[in-house]
């Protein structure tokens, strides 16, 4: 695990780079191993039946997970990879935007 203390100093700073031809791998975040299927019932039913057994849920605060990132700031997005492969988060609508009504109140 890397922290500030591994950077170094202004006046020397630590650099880390890759032998000659070599790429570099860092690997950071939680392993989220605790994998199961929907446990509530009325979430499972609104699930299209061919995916209702494929459909995986953890829970991240048992791991330790209280911060995931905010989906809407750049370089603090959530990640999840599978097998080292970056994931598609969920989202609605999957293309384009969605328009909403007028904007009610003084705080938009």
């Known amino acids: 695990m890397l922290a500030s203390e591994d950077s ?8 880390y780079q890759a032998k000659s031809g070599e790429m570099p ?14 446990s509530d019932s009325q979430l499972r039913d609104k ?5 209702r057994d494929r459909v995986l849920q953890a829970d991240l605060k ?21 097998n080292g492969e970056p994931q598609t988060l969920a989202r609605w ?5 969605v328009q909403t009504g007028e904007i009610l109140g003084k705080e938009t």
């Open 8 to 15: 170094g100093t202004a006046e020397a700073p630590v650099i």
């Open 25 to 38: 791998i860092l690997h950071g975040g939680v392993r989220i191993t605790a994998w199961r299927l929907i």
């Open 62 to 82: 048992t791991l330790g997970v209280a911060h995931w990132g905010d989906a809407t700031a750049l370089r603090r997005q959530p990640e999840l990879f599978v």
């Open 47 to 51: 699930l299209d039946p061919s995916v």
């Open 93 to 97: 609508p999957n293309e384009g935007f």
